[in-house]
């Protein structure tokens, strides 16, 4: 029996998608000097920086654990500043979830930019929690990113 879930975290953003769109996916490594303190590095396994099908590993810190998470780039969006990273190594699907799935995108709701993050993941039995605090680490980068983007 597959114990798949999905987990979605909003945030307000005023920098515009297309910036945060375009940091994640064409300048990762930047997040480092943005928020030192959760991402110390993200480098370029194989492929071409920010295309489909390429490999990216990132190097961070969550719950006070030094972290990796291996993704391959699977869906680029443009125009809905969309970017879909398949977690294909590190502790998150070595240790804890049999599948990992993180999609990025923008829209706007009631007349304010969100930026949103979508966890779609399976469990490999019902003690495995939901990866809420993944997803609290993930808004709260989102959040450093928007500050260092529109300068606030």
């Not at 769109?21 to 920086?49: E, F, Q, Y």
């Amino acid at each position: 029996m597959a114990l798949i879930g999905k987990v979605i975290g909003c945030v307000e953003i005023s920098s515009g998608g297309k910036v945060l769109h375009d940091l994640l996916r064409h300048k990762p490594n930047d997040i480092s000097t943005i928020s030192p303190g959760k991402v110390h590095a993200c480098d370029l396994l194989s492929g071409r920086r920010g295309a489909v099908g390429s490999t990216i590993v990132w190097h961070f810190t969550h719950d006070g654990k030094k972290q990796t998470a291996k993704e391959i780039i699977q869906e680029i969006d443009e125009t809905n500043h969309k970017i879909v990273l398949k977690v294909i190594g590190g502790e998150f699907v070595e240790e804890i979830y049999k599948a990992l799935t993180v999609t990025f995108h923008c829209e706007t709701k009631d007349g304010k930019q969100m930026g949103i993050w979508t966890m779609e993941f399976e469990r490999p039995n019902l003690s495995v929690p939901y990866p809420t605090s993944l997803m609290d680490y993930l808004c709260g980068l989102l959040v450093d990113m928007d500050c260092h983007a529109s300068g606030k």
